[in-house]
């Protein structure tokens, strides 16, 4: 497999071709079908060719979430910070929108459709909770347009317009399931998580795994975030 380095990376995801190579989920089928044909990812296509390159940055700055999240933007900006410095993309510089969710889906959809229709980035680096990233989704594959996921999530979907960079529970829980059950054979699981999104999912995989294998749950909790 070829190697992207950050720059090539970036590039790739900031170019119609590059958004139909990176939108594909692993093992997802291919088409030959641009998408320039669709308003959106011609606007996005315009955008990149100005006089710089728009990118969307979309966490929550406040509320319960912002205390995992500011520093993601940290991350993020201090990135494209180091990339303007060496010389930008395709010789532009990127230039960052960013916008406050606010710990809210409904206040993630608002700004990721403003984000998109009105300040015309080319791509968007955001959300953190499953709940803000399934409230946003919609609007993505509506308007044909790329999310960069940053963390790890519960599976069970697959877009071709979000970028997940996160490992799923195939590639985290159900080893550690494994692990588990040659470790310590024959003892029942006990489940405990928050209740949301990630864990209701995570625990549902982990009943189904463990009744295969011959493993027994005898309780669980779920706690209010």
């Given at each position: 497999?070829?190697?992207?380095?950050?720059?090539?990376?970036?590039?790739?995801?900031?170019?119609?071709?590059?958004?139909?190579?990176?939108?594909?989920?692993a093992?997802?089928?291919?088409?030959?079908?641009?998408?320039?044909?669709?308003?959106?990812?011609?606007?996005?296509?315009?955008?990149?060719?100005?006089?710089?390159?728009?990118?969307?940055?979309?966490?929550?700055?406040?509320?319960?979430?912002?205390?995992s999240?500011?520093s993601?933007?940290?991350?993020?900006?201090?990135?494209?910070?180091?990339?303007?410095?060496?010389?930008?993309?395709?010789?532009?510089?990127?230039?960052?929108?960013?916008?406050?969710?606010?710990?809210?889906?409904?206040?993630?959809?608002e700004?990721?459709?403003?984000?998109?229709?009105?300040?015309?980035?080319?791509?968007?680096?955001?959300?953190?909770?499953?709940?803000?990233r399934?409230?946003?989704?919609?609007?993505?594959?509506?308007?044909?347009?790329?999310?960069?996921?940053?963390?790890?999530?519960?599976?069970?979907?697959?877009?071709?317009?979000?970028?997940?960079?996160?490992?799923?529970?195939?590639?985290?829980?159900?080893?550690?399931?494994?692990?588990?059950?040659?470790?310590?054979?024959?003892?029942?699981?006990?489940?405990?998580?928050?209740?949301?999104?990630f864990?209701?999912?995570?625990?549902?995989?982990?009943?189904?795994?463990?009744?295969?294998?011959?493993?027994?749950?005898?309780?669980?909790?779920?706690?209010?975030?």
């Amino acid at each position: 497999m070829t190697q992207f380095g950050r720059r090539e990376f970036i590039i790739l995801g900031s170019t119609t071709a590059g958004s139909l190579l990176l939108k594909s989920c692993a093992g997802g089928p291919t088409t030959s079908t641009s998408p320039a044909a669709s308003p959106e990812a011609t606007t996005a296509a315009t955008t990149a060719s100005g006089e710089s390159i728009k990118v969307g940055i979309l966490h929550s700055l406040g509320g319960p979430m912002a205390i995992s999240e500011r520093s993601v933007v940290d991350a993020e900006q201090l990135a494209i910070e180091e990339i303007n410095k060496a010389g930008g993309v395709l010789g532009k510089q990127i230039e960052t929108i960013v916008e406050d969710g606010n710990s809210e889906p409904a206040t993630f959809t608002e700004k990721a459709k403003k984000l998109i229709e009105q300040d015309k980035v080319v791509t968007v680096f955001g959300c953190w909770t499953s709940s803000s990233r399934q409230a946003v989704l919609p609007t993505f594959e509506s308007k044909n347009h790329m999310l960069w996921y940053p963390v790890q999530y519960e599976g069970q979907e697959c877009s071709k317009n979000i970028f997940y960079t996160g490992a799923a529970p195939n590639q985290q829980i159900e080893p550690s399931v494994d692990w588990l059950l040659q470790k310590y054979k024959g003892q029942p699981f006990f489940l405990v998580g928050s209740d949301y999104v990630f864990p209701r999912t995570a625990n549902t995989i982990i009943k189904a795994q463990l009744a295969e294998k011959g493993g027994k749950v005898v309780g669980g909790r779920l706690h209010s975030p």
